[in-house]
């Protein structure tokens, strides 16, 4: 997608671009209904503020269908492609590692009723984990602004990209 296709389109197809980026309807709406932006800066600046904060209700929506870390998500569609991509430095093949991954993942699940969320693009496995356990020893209060921050950086770095 080139800005200039996004500034021009009508706003449920700027909309359906946006959504892959975050399910957020309103972060969405607020960046369709923005436009036009005069640079891509602009618009990935607009992203980084847009519906903040986030509400809880929000982020587990948002969440609802998201992988595990560690876990490849199956499907074609445009979300699962770019998760796949972010977690590519998370190696399979590290059983070590992986299966402490699975058992944090868990945990953390358990603990705080959602998926683990971390932006997962340009970090290893190693330090995927590290987050986590760090994480882990969150309170429920502490944890909720760490996991929305944490989106909004997804949606930035997915926006970024669909703009490339």
Sequence with gaps: MRLEEFNAADRDEAIAWLRPCVDVS??????????PYASVEDLLDAAAHAASPFTAREVDGA???????GERPAGTGAEAAMSRSEQ???????????????????????KFGRVFLIRAAGRSAS???????QRLAHTPAE????????????????????LA
């Design 127 to 133: 330090d995927i984990l590290a987050a986590l356990t």
């Design 26 to 35: 309103r972060w969405c709406a607020e960046l369709a209904d923005g436009r």
């Design 63 to 69: 969440l609802a269908h998201h992988p595990r870390i």
């Design 88 to 110: 590519s430095g998370v190696d399979p093949a590290d059983a070590r590692v992986a299966d402490e991954l699975a058992h944090g993942n868990r945990a953390y699940e358990q």
């Design 143 to 162: 944890e909720e602004p760490v996991v929305a921050d944490q989106l909004r950086q997804i949606a930035v770095l997915r926006l970024k990209g669909l």
